[in-house]
């Protein structure tokens, strides 16, 4: 009995091995010295050292990356989000003309390969005055992240009786104080996973972000690749930097961990 | 379902919404439409060109084998990720402390920037310094993956499958999570086989959610860019250049903005046929 319950986890915990082995790898990269990562082949450190980590939180050139992604990410988030609410409401309470076409063409640009709009947009917000700001990115990320932020919040609106919206309007609750009183925190699990979803794709997302940007509004990402291409190969700082870039995500997980396997049921994604 | 009122109001609801995502997708869409039918030498000089890039673009043999390659490609990871991601969520806890430490631990690839996944990658299968090139190389194998195609090849697939299986994994496990204990327990009164409880409970159960998930890994490997880019920059030779990879080379590297333009169309114009005909079939089979 105790064997088929081994047995039972293997998949999972081999499975999770596999997972964390490249980022323990990445994570061992970080505190060697670049002579050694070139030099001998180690499974930990040897000569421990903290000088990569040191060198990203000094120089401004890195620390920014992080703040201008941090920026534009947040913002993203927050735009998808607010925008999608009403949306997605409409969507799952009420029929109007054209309704199942529009959910469908927003979805459609979920479908739509970042390829195809980098030099459009590179163009575009040129020509808008925007290049080069953080703003700009949140928009261009709400592309793909207001669909999937609607599809996910209509998933769990639609969950939602409409007997609570028939009863506070009997209760003389106006719309709006009605939406952000009492249907706002009904869905508050879904709104979770529609900010985790939309954090998510803003964060990883590189090739736009790196098109609409050069210096003011430049991605931890995108700093990164240039750092690596010009300097030669300094794989220890490409290591810190990397291993840096884990921690919001993992952050953010650890918050929402209870909505995501829960929000996939409830939801319609 | 709930019935749902008609109520043309609601447009002013999803006013900013479609203005947002007009904003982003139709302007930029058309500045694509105007290059694929004409040709520029610069200085917003235009000369109408009609489908011409469009029959270079659907006839050139780099165009062809950039296809079959991203077919093979999200054809491999679709048959690995699925099954796998299945099977890891079978095999997951269903209650207690692990539930919270499984989940997050393989959520965590999947909030990794794109980019950094290449390099961590190529950090871990580097032929003299990685542990992945070391262990292959240790046991015999001739392995270099910014040399030897198939090597470049194999790394991108079990990258991609690295990165990816989590979201089939939390997908399927939602799904698995939203079944009530009573189904298991009238199985064992009949006494049902392992093998007969997934074939008809688990995975009927399951089938909504994994629709989502091969949508979602479809469109997204379809697409894919950075990790490959950074992981093999789309060697050696040509033998990871996918799809978007080779667009870029095209629009922004050679700077030939109409045969890019018509080949952004023509890509986007098959995602969207492939994920309809998908979906189309899937939903007649529910009904």
């Keep these: ?269 | 379902m709930i019935d749902k009122i008609v109520n043309q109001k609601a447009w002013f609801f999803i006013l900013p919404v479609t203005l947002l995502v007009a904003f982003n997708a139709i302007i930029p869409l058309m500045t694509v439409v105007n290059y694929s039918v004409q040709e520029t030498f610069g200085d917003n000089v235009f000369f109408w060109e009609g489908v011409t890039w469009y029959e270079q673009v659907l006839n050139s043999d780099r165009f062809h084998a950039a296809f079959l390659r991203q077919l093979s490609f999200t054809g491999m990871i679709l048959l690995i990720e699925i099954p796998l991601g299945i099977a890891v969520a079978l095999s997951m806890p269903r209650k207690g402390p692990w539930v919270s430490v499984c989940l997050v631990l393989m959520a965590l690839p999947l909030l990794i920037p794109w980019n950094v996944v290449g390099s961590m990658w190529n950090i871990f299968a580097l032929p003299d310094s990685g542990l992945l090139g070391r262990m292959i190389n240790g046991i015999g194998i001739d392995y270099n993956f910014t040399q030897q195609p198939v090597s470049a090849w194999l790394t991108t697939v079990v990258m991609d499958v690295w990165h990816w299986t989590s979201l089939v994994v939390l997908l399927a496990y939602a799904g698995l999570c939203s079944i009530p204990d009573a189904y298991y327990q009238a199985a064992k009164i009949d006494g049902a086989s392992g093998w007969a409880v997934f074939r008809y409970i688990q995975l009927p159960k399951m089938k909504r959610v994994l629709t989502i998930a091969i949508l979602l890994r479809f469109m997204d490997s379809f697409m894919i860019y950075t990790e490959p880019f950074v992981l093999t920059g789309g060697g050696p030779g040509n033998t990871t250049t996918f799809l978007s990879i080779d667009l870029v080379k095209i629009a922004l590297g050679q700077f030939d903005l109409g045969p890019a333009a018509a080949m952004s169309l023509i890509y986007f114009l098959i995602i969207l046929l492939i994920c309809w005909v998908f979906y189309t079939l899937m939903m007649r089979h529910e009904n």
Excluded at chain 1, 69 to 76: E, G, M
Excluded at chain 1, 143 to 166: Q, T, Y
């Design chain 1, 1 to 269: 009995m105790k064997i088929s319950i081994y047995f039972k986890w293997a998949p999972s915990t081999l499975y999770i091995i596999f997972l964390m082995l490249p980022i323990y790898w990445l994570i061992n990269m970080s505190f060697k010295t670049t002579n050694e990562i070139l030099g001998v082949f180690s499974l930990w450190p040897q000569q421990f050292t903290l000088d990569n980590y040191k060198t990203i939180f000094t120089d401004p050139t890195w620390y920014n990356g992080y703040i201008n992604s941090l920026t534009y990410v947040v913002t993203n988030t927050v735009i998808s989000v607010a925008v999608a609410l009403p949306a997605a409401y409409a969507f799952s309470r009420y029929r109007f003309l054209g309704d199942k076409h529009m959910f469908f063409w927003l979805l459609t640009n979920r479908m739509a390969p970042p390829a195809v709009f980098a030099l459009p947009f590179f163009q575009f917000y040129s020509a808008i005055g925007l290049f080069d700001t953080h703003i700009a990115v949140a928009l261009a990320h709400c592309l793909f992240n207001i669909p999937l932020a609607v599809w996910i919040l209509e998933g769990f609106m639609s969950g939602v009786p409409k007997e609570l919206d028939e009863t506070a309007f009997l209760d003389g609750y106006s719309f709006w104080r009605f939406f952000i009183r009492i249907f706002v925190p009904t869905i508050a699990a879904g709104i979770g996973v529609a900010m985790f979803f939309c954090f998510m794709y803003s964060w990883v997302e590189l090739l736009l972000a790196k098109t609409l940007t050069s210096v003011d509004a430049k991605p931890i990402a995108a700093t990164m690749t240039r750092t690596a291409s010009t300097s030669g190969y300094e794989l220890g700082l490409l290591a810190a930097a990397g291993t840096l870039t884990i921690i919001p995500g993992a952050f953010v997980i650890y918050f929402v961990r209870n909505y995501i396997a829960r929000g996939f049921a409830l939801g319609r994604v």
